[in-house]
Structures are given as C-alpha cells and as structure tokens.
C-alpha cells in the first residue's frame, strides 16, 4: 500500500521489537486475550489514541468489534451497520486514509462523534484463503501523523489479526462438530447396546474427551502434539500413536511429527506413502485394517513394527479442505472393536487437524513478518532484530551501517506503475547482493530503501563498499524492453563511535543519507552536527504540521492586472505563515517541507476554505471582486481524492460561484500523470472554475499534451520574466510562449514585473496579463480591499 498524507520521518522507536514479540510471543497469548494485545500494542506503538479490531460480515452488512482500545482503556462496542461509515470505505478499497476531519465527512457514525475522532486510517483482515475477515481501524482525536514503519506494522498486524481470527473460527466450527458428535453419540448409546453398552466403552470416550481437553493447556507447537499422541495412545490402549505431515515437496512422502510405540517417544522418518496403509488414508481420508498390518507398513520402519496387527488411521484437513497429514494409532493385537476406535480417534483427528493448521499459519505469517516479499531479503523486523544480536554479541567490536535510499524511484512508480516499479527493486536487490560478500547482511527497510550491516569494518571501508554499491545501481536497468536509469544516497554510520543501540545507529546513517542527498553527493558519513540540523528540520516541520492543524496560516494577495489599463482583473492568494518560535517564514521554505512530509494536501485544502471566506467577507463588507481569485493547487493535491468535491462544497458553504475561482496548476505538477490531469482540468472546467497553468516553461510539457488541457490562461515564469531584458535567450521564450499561447487561444500573465521597462516590452509582445512589485506586492484581506477594492 501507499503511503497516506499523514505520515511523517519521525525519529525511530522500539516499534520493530514490539512488533517482533507479536509475532514471536504469539503462542504465549490465549485466544481471549490475543486481540486485545494487539489494539493496546498498536496504540503503543503508533501513538493513536484508539485502536479496533472488527470482524466484518458483508452479508448482512453489520460489523462486530473484537477489540477496541480507547484512551488508555478496553472499550465494549455493540455490533453496527456498516453502511455509512469509513469501514464500508475500507471493505470496498483494502485501505483508507483520512487525515481529518472523518467525523463531518461520516455525520452517522454515532461511534465517530463519541469518541471524538479526527484522523482515521482502516486497513483490512484477510484470512490465509484471501476472504475477507475484518478491519483493524486506528483513530486519533487530532489529525492522523504517523511514523514511516506504520504501514509495515499495521500491514503485518492485519495479517496476524486476519489469521488468528481465521483460526478462532475454524476451532469454533470444530467444537461445534464435536459436540454435535458427542451428542450423537450418546444417542447412539441409548439406542445400539452392542456399540456403548459397557461401562468400559462409555469411559473410553469421556477419557477421550478429558485428553484432548488436557492437550489443550500444553505448550503450542512440538510439545503439543507430542502430548496430544500420548494422551490418544492411552486413551485407546494402542500400542502405537503417531501423527504425520505431507511432504511440502512431493505428495508421495510423508514425515511423522511424533511417534509413540509402547509409551516412548520414537525418532521420526520419512517414508513412501504408496503401497501402504498410510496412502489409503490420504486417498479415502480413513483406512481401518483388522488385522495382519505390519506386512503393509513401511519399509522404513525397518521391521521395528513387524508385531502390529491392527490399525485406524484418519486424514488430517484443513479447515478448507486440503489435506495436510494423518493421525492415527496401531495395536499388537487384531482390532475387535472398530466403530469405538474410530469415532475417540476423530476427536484426536479433529484437535490435531486444528494445531498444525495453526502451526502452519503460523510459519507463514513469521515469513511475512520477517521476509520482503518483492525481494526476498530480510525485511525491517528481521534486520532490526539481527542488528540487535550484532550491538549484544562481544565479538563484534565494530561494524558498519549502510543505508541506501534510491533517488526519484516515486517516478517509475507514476510513470512505468508499480507492478514494473516492483520489478525495478528485484532488480536492485540483485545487484546489492551480487557486490557484497557473504559475511554483509543486506535487508529492505520497506518503499525503496536497503541497508547493510558490515562487520569489522572502518570508515575508508565503508566508504569503498558504498561507492561499490552506488556503482552497481547506476548500470541501466533493462525490464519490458523499458529502461531505467537510477542512483542511491548511502548514509554511513559507525559502531561504536557514531552510536551504541540499533536506534541511534540506524538514526545517524538516515541523518547522514538525508546530508548525502541534500549535497548532491552519492554518500555521506554520518558527523554529530548533522544530528543538530535534522533535529531543527524535524522541530519545523513538527511546528508546520500543528500550524496547519490549528489554522494558524493566513492569505496575503497580490493584485493581478490589465497590462494596457492598469485596471484590477484578478488576484492571486498566497500563503503566509508567523510562527510564535520561528518567526515570519517564506513559503519558499514552508511549502517543500509540506510536500516532503506529506501535509501539503492539508494546507492547500485550508487555502481553498481561506480564500472562499475572506471573498463572502469582502462581498458581505459591500466590496465587489474584479476577476477571480487564484489559488495554487500544488501537485500531490491535484492528485489528491476529493479536490473537486472540497472545492464545490467550500463554494456552496460560502454562496461562491465556481467561476469566481481559478485554480493555478504548475505546469510540471500536471506533467506527472498528464493523462488524468487532461480528464480533471475537462471535469473543473465543466464545473465552472477558471484553469491557468504556472510556472510555465519550467516543466517541458508536450505541446500536444498543452493543447488538450482545459487552461484558459498561461502564466509566465518569475525566472524569464526577471531577466529578459539582459538575456536573449529569455526574452526569445517570453516572446515564443505569448506568441504560441495567442495561437491557441489563451490569456497570458507575465508574474514578477518589477519595472516599467519590462512592462513595456511585456505590451509590445503581446502578453495582456500581469502581476509584480511593479504594481503591488502581496497584501492582508485588509489592506488590499483599502488598496484595490475600494
């Protein structure tokens, strides 16, 4: 899954420790208590105020809690209707994401407004089969800004979540069936003298019954079935019990977990299913033989079971269906009572069949939790932990740690899709392998970064290997006959000297690959000031994001003119932010922070409802609005879900009319997906809003992509603007884009015109529009009604 707004590069925590005990601890949970250990820890984790795990049934639309923690406390939530709430949004798309806000945008959901929430973000359960199960949801009552390692977390928790509730399910059904056999059973015993007659057969079956109760409490795993064995050897009075697993491999060979032969445990083996018994079992799911069966038994046993005479064995499925292996029990005496044998070896059956499913499950969400699926490499989880054992293990005096981040690999994702933007990575991933030796340990962190652990290793060293790595990244890579030119930025840190826990050290090669990028270089070893610059960067954009939270940022406007009259035709909103701390900060230095760390469809989104008001105040103080308004909708925005419902709703709230907008798209921001934005700009355009593009010349569109964009106006870049009377060059593209815009029939606007000089050449050339200095530079709502509007 992608990435959400919300998500911020807040400084590591213990997050992939407590992540690894889920899954490590697991079998030490009981069944009652394993999902409210799961809210409570991701709310730990994540820092979110609540946390639910639902279990969804689509059929009736209604949705039951399992667990749900909420401020510091277990919440008991009554079953609810799924319509009309962000759960139905996260059954119908896998995930959803709300930054705020979710309570206004589901005005029904009674649980939303009582707990208060604002950011909302759901992802799905899936049971092991691929049905839909359930929703993990994690609310906050403020707006949703989570750590990077959130999507892994949250991504490995629905499938723990999805597979033990899968679990809990297929025991249930089970139970069922054993009661309902039991309770035929007993009428079998009112009815059939010569089947439970005797006291002996009746305390067969409740010994049976008592066993497997009993299996229960024992550790999970080995030791279970190994008791589970004994207990059914016992309560059979056979002298042989054993369950065996299918070989993954070949369906002919089957491998005994456990083996008891007059009460011993016996060394296991494999054997060759044809020909014996045992292949009867797994074709017709039970084979009984009265008597004679050491002659059928296989060879492998190498003669250690010739006195068997009698034997009952039982498939074991899974709660689909497929068979996994067989239970079943042997006696030195030929079977006289076979119907009493069968129906105490189908409770073992059936309590066996449960446990290796769950050992099975099990495996496979360990291999998610600690294995990347698109490279196979060890994933964070894995890394971490190995990274610990490397700082704890006495031998290791010193080692290296290199992270890598590859550069601009969001754009294969855009352009070529994800599906080759996975392909891409394997393909990196090979060649990390392929130059590193095999005491290195390479892991993906997750999206596009890699890191490496180097034992013994020096600074010039680590500075080698990271050239090495950058060198075997930088050859072309050739997928689909498309290809793809990368580069990487390697943060180095050092053990012990830069950090002596896993946290800081994997901190300061983050640290010093942010300087590594920031500089251009390809690599950068971690040095204590730069620790000191990211803490400041991080302190902004904390400040940034409670200023967008609160409301905090305001609009200035500068006035658009008639470059003939002088006379008012629009202008254009910009924003401004006063930080008590930080003081006056230019948008030049705001704005990027807010796109790196995804809070910039935030912030534009209030620009939208900022620009609506102050245009009904202005109309409300009797001032009327030449023109429109111009607000600047920036890239990840544009692409955003709900930019055109947020935009009529906020006209409607404030008794706007669509055309008193317009909506300024730089033009590199629509180049990233210039097919979607051809179908959005024709969908505004529809609904009335004005469409100009900025920034114009800066972002290589195509012409033939220009003339099918909805635009009704080009905006002239500052850069050329400021220097076409000195440079030929600029004055040759200000003169070239009036000239191709009038052909095509759109208005131009020059921005930043400081002089009359520019000015007139801006007239002779054609271009009807502008806005500078010259004329006036951004002003409050205040003093621009006193200065224009009056």
Not at 460 to 471: E, F, I, K, P, Y
Not at 635 to 663: M, P
Not at 681 to 704: P, R
Request: with cysteine; proline share 4%; glycine share 8%.
């Amino acid at each position: 899954m992608t990435k959400p707004e919300g998500f911020n590069t807040m400084s590591l925590t213990a997050a992939p420790d407590v992540f690894r005990q889920l899954a490590d601890k697991l079998s030490n949970i009981s069944e009652e208590s394993f999902f409210q250990h799961l809210v409570k820890s991701l709310a730990d984790i994540l820092e979110v105020d609540h946390v639910a795990v639902e279990h969804v049934d689509s059929q009736q639309g209604r949705v039951t809690s399992l667990a749900e923690w909420s401020q510091g406390k277990f919440n008991k939530t009554a079953p609810y209707l799924l319509s009309g709430t962000p759960c139905q949004h996260v059954v119908n798309y896998s995930t959803y994401f709300v930054y705020s806000q979710v309570s206004q945008q589901f005005p029904d959901d009674k649980r939303l407004a009582a707990l208060g929430v604002e950011g909302y973000w759901g992802v799905v359960m899936i049971a092991p089969d691929g049905n839909l199960l359930g929703v993990i949801s994690l609310m906050h009552s403020s707006p949703l800004i989570l750590p990077l390692y959130a999507e892994e977390v949250l991504r490995i928790a629905s499938v723990l979540a999805g597979a033990e509730l899968a679990h809990q399910l297929a025991e249930s059904k089970t139970r069922e069936r054993l009661l309902y056999k039991n309770q035929a059973l007993k009428r079998i015993g009112r009815h059939n003298e010569a089947l439970l007659n005797t006291i002996n057969e009746q305390q067969r079956f409740q010994n049976a019954v008592v066993n497997v109760a009993t299996a229960v409490a024992a550790e999970n795993g080995e030791a279970f079935l190994h008791q589970l064995t004994a207990h059914m050897a016992e309560a059979l009075s056979a002298e042989v019990g054993f369950i065996a697993l299918l070989d993954t491999h070949n369906a002919d060979f089957a491998h005994t977990l456990t083996l008891y032969v007059n009460g011993q445990i016996q060394d296991n083996f494999a054997y060759y299913l044809p020909g014996v018994p045992c292949h009867k079992v797994m074709v017709e799911q039970e084979c009984i033989v009265v008597e004679g069966a050491a002659i059928m038994l296989p060879a492998e046993s190498n003669g250690a079971l010739s006195w068997v005479n009698g034997y009952v064995g039982r498939r074991l499925d899974n709660s689909h269906g497929q068979p996994m292996g067989l239970i079943g029990v042997m006696f030195k005496a030929p079977l006289t009572d076979v119907d009493s044998v069968r129906n105490v070896l189908q409770l073992f059956a059936a309590r066996a069949a449960g446990e290796l499913e769950r050992q099975q499950d099990e495996e496979r969400i360990r291999q998610l939790a600690f294995c990347d699926a698109g490279t196979g490499l060890p994933n964070r989880t894995a890394f971490m932990h190995h990274l610990e054992q490397v700082v704890l293990d006495p031998q290791s005096p010193n080692f290296a740690l290199l992270l890598l981040d590859l550069n601009h690999f969001k754009e294969i994702n855009d352009t070529a899709g994800h599906d080759l933007g996975d392909l891409v990575l394997k393909t990196v991933a090979e060649r990390l392998v392929a130059s590193l030796s095999r005491h290195h340990y390479l892991a993906r962190l997750g999206g596009d970064e890699f890191v490496v652990v180097c034992p013994d290793m020096e600074a010039g060293h680590a500075l080698a290997l990271a050239q090495r790595l950058s060198d075997s990244i930088a050859l072309p890579v050739v997928i689909n006959q498309q290809s793809f030119t990368l580069s990487v930025g390697v943060g180095i840190s050092l053990y012990p000297q830069h950090g002596s826990t896993p946290q800081a050290l994997l901190k300061y090669a983050d640290v010093a690959m942010y300087q590594a990028k920031r500089q251009k270089h390809a690599m950068c070893l971690f040095e204590p000031w730069m620790g000191r610059v990211v803490f400041e960067q991080l302190n902004f954009a904390k400040r940034l994001g409670k200023a967008i939270a609160d409301k905090q940022l305001n609009l200035h406007f500068q006035p658009q003119v008639d470059l003939s009259s002088g006379q008012l035709v629009g202008a254009e909103a910009l924003c401004r932010w006063h930080d008590e701390e930080l003081g006056d900060v230019p948008p030049g230095k705001f704005i990027p922070i807010a796109e790196e760390r995804g809070m910039i469809v935030a912030l534009g989104n209030g620009v939208i409802e900022q620009a609506c008001s102050q245009l009904a105040v202005w109309r409300a103080q009797g001032h009327s609005m030449p023109g429109q308004l111009a607000i600047n909708i920036a890239a990840q925005q544009f692409e955003a879900e709900g930019l055109i419902a947020n935009l009529l709703q906020s006209c409607a709230h404030f008794g706007l009319e669509a055309w008193q907008l317009s909506l300024e798209i730089t033009e590199s921001g629509i180049m990233v997906n210039p097919e979607k934005a051809i179908a959005m700009t024709e969908v505004l355009k529809n609904h009335g809003f004005g469409l100009a593009i900025d920034d114009f010349g800066t972002g290589y569109s195509s012409l033939a992509y220009l003339k099918r964009f909805a635009a009704a106006k080009i905006k002239i870049d500052i850069s050329f603007v400021r220097d076409m009377l000195t440079s030929d060059n600029d004055r040759v593209i200000v003169a070239t884009i009036i000239a191709m815009a009038n052909t095509l029939g759109l208005e131009t606007i020059a921005e930043g015109i400081e002089s009359q000089a520019q000015l007139d050449a801006l007239v002779s050339m054609g271009c009807a529009q502008g806005q500078g200095y010259y004329f006036d530079r951004p002003l409050t709502a205040e003093r621009f009604a006193q200065r224009w509007l009056s």
